[in-house]
């Protein structure tokens, strides 16, 4: 019997602790941000039967527009892990070797190896600023690879891959696994802070490029269970409906329609959180310049999340345990990287999800936890933030 393996980031679906500064969403839109009251009496018109199998033609459309591709290209799916399952399953028979790199997403590790996929792990480190090195890469490319799977921006690092990146390892592929798939996670993409561009998806590189994304991160909505996926090989599409179709049939009428709602508005909707989540951002990095005797970190290049490191140097496997310990206390919660494959001194810290007092607040909980982790005090953290900024 195939079986998901567990992992302890199924908490972030239950009960939340005072501070969560574990998830990597930005705050949650509600209806009321979408409709007004003449409007959200379009709701009441609206089949809840089936829809198309390919999903619905004006919300692809809508999709395409921001990724520079026809509608064609589009196949809605529930959610951004729907697309990545059925991308495994179509590409991926039992034992066919796949190339991906940790630390991941582990729910996207996990997809590949449910259908059986030999998966090969380049390492990210910390060290390298979770950089991908394309000579890693040569090294776990072969004739029998199927499919490549990467993210960028990076869960949980929020690092991105640039293009140029992107184009040498397809070089690579074509000389090695001709017949392979690149498939890019972009799901952050669009969380870009304040007035930093927002970079251009790698679907229009090739046409062996698979792009999947959802509403989940960018656009606060994750509740609606909406993604995509992008492709502009049609055999590969055809493949995608038909398994969609055999998986769930269609989406929600509803949620589509909802979805069309949150992208029409999109541009208004993402300029809002680009300042929330520069705000954040700001804050973080003068937390770790207060914490920098006992933190270290990468700063992430969109998204609204980060890796942060207790300094080796000062946390020993004893003084880790603390500090886990005391978050708890602080009713602080923070993702650990081993949920992702990472070292156990590494952090996932989302600044996106809390108002900024709550995530000042939040901050000063994990200062005191490290002095109390560490010092064996809960004395007043001299790393304190005081600004709102």
Known sequence: MAKFPANNIMSLVAASPR???????????????????????????????????????????????????????????????????LTAFILCEHGDKVVTTAPLFPLACNALEAVGADVHTARLSFD???????????????????????????????????????????????????????????????????????????????SKVISIASLSKCHGAPGLRLGWAITRDRD?????????????????????????????????????????????????????????????????????????????????????TRFQTALTEARVRLADGTWFGDETHVFRLGFGLLTMPDLERALNGVSAALRRSVCGTTAEPRGRIVSAA
């Open 19 to 85: 501070y969560d500064l574990a998830e990597s969403v930005g705050p949650d839109l509600h209806l009321g941000d979408l409709f007004d009251a003449d409007a959200l009496q379009d709701l009441s018109q609206i089949a809840l039967g089936y829809g198309t199998a390919e999903g619905d033609q004006q919300l692809r459309q809508v999709i395409a527009e921001g990724h520079a591709v026809d509608a064609d290209d589009v196949v809605v799916t529930v959610g951004g892990m729907h697309a990545l399952f």
């Open 128 to 206: 390298r600023g979770y950089r991908l090195n394309l000579s890693d890469m040569i090294q776990a490319l072969s004739a029998q690879t199927k499919l490549v799977s990467l993210a960028s921006p990076q869960n949980p690092s929020g690092v991105a891959i640039p293009l140029q990146t992107l184009r040498e390892l397809l070089a690579l592929m074509a000389d090695r696994c001709p017949a392979a798939y690149l498939l890019v996670d972009e799901t952050f993409r669009e969380a870009a802070y304040g007035t930093d561009p927002i970079a251009a998806s790698a679907v229009g590189l090739s």
């Open 236 to 320: 590969l599409r055809a493949q995608l409906v038909l398994s969609k179709f055999n998986t769930v049939i269609s989406c929600s009428a509803l949620d589509e329609a909802l979805a069309l709602r949150v992208l029409q508005q999109r541009d208004r909707i993402i300029d809002d959180r680009r300042v929330h989540l520069a705000a954040g951002l700001a804050k973080t990095a003068s937390w770790v310049q207060h914490n920098a005797t006992f933190v270290e970190w990468i700063r992430p290049d969109a998204g609204a999340l980060c890796c942060i490191r207790l300094r080796p140097s000062v946390f020993d496997a004893a003084a880790v």
